[in-house]
């Protein structure tokens, strides 16, 4: 195995268990329904089911069409792009991380749909005014770093591109 699949085998991996992990020991050792402060008011822990995609949605569709487009779906774009970056040799480090990312956290969610039916939630960050997430776990922080990546690999890529038609 080279040091790339490695990469990408160790990321994804890494992702999975650092959410399922968190996703126990919040299951275990907070209250359902909870909320403690940690840094304040600032940053919250909670202990909450999403039988829903982000923010819930979804959480009211027939079973059958939850099946399809929380579970079914998602495995099938997760899938393509992991054979996307193993066959794709020219992705830079970045891209290769934010795919890594996102595919540990796809996977990490899917994973509890399945098993449980439903994801647990237990982080929320509320800096006042605008800037206010919903509740959500360590997968969605993979996911969201993943797409990060990708965009910093893309504002890269632009620039030498631009660079070289220069």
């Known amino acids: 195995m080279n040091s790339r ?3 990408i085998s160790f ?6 268990v650092l959410d399922q992990v ?3 020991w919040v299951r275990t050792e907070v209250a359902f329904e909870s909320r403690t402060e940690l840094l304040g008011k600032y940053l919250s822990l909670h202990n909450v089911e999403n039988d829903g995609a982000f923010l ?3 959480g009211d569709f027939s079973p059958a069409l939850k099946i399809i487009l929380l579970n079914i779906l998602p495995i099938v774009v997760l899938g393509l792009v992991l054979v996307h970056i193993f066959r794709n040799k020219s992705l830079d480090h970045p891209s290769i991380i934010g795919f890594s990312c996102i595919i540990g956290g796809g996977i ?7 098993r449980y ?10 800096l006042g005014g605008v800037f206010r997430t919903g509740i959500f776990n360590l997968a969605d922080v993979s996911v969201m770093v993943g797409m990060g990546c990708l965009l910093l690999s893309s504002f890269k890529n632009k620039k030498k591109h631009k660079k070289s038609l220069e």
Request: aromatic share 10%.
């Open 5 to 7: 699949t490695l990469l």
């Open 11 to 16: 990321l994804i991996l890494f992702n999975i």
């Open 22 to 24: 968190s996703k126990i």
């Open 56 to 58: 819930g949605l979804g």
């Open 108 to 114: 990490a969610n899917i994973y509890d749909r399945i």
């Open 117 to 126: 039916g439903s994801v647990t939630d237990f982080l929320h960050i509320d």
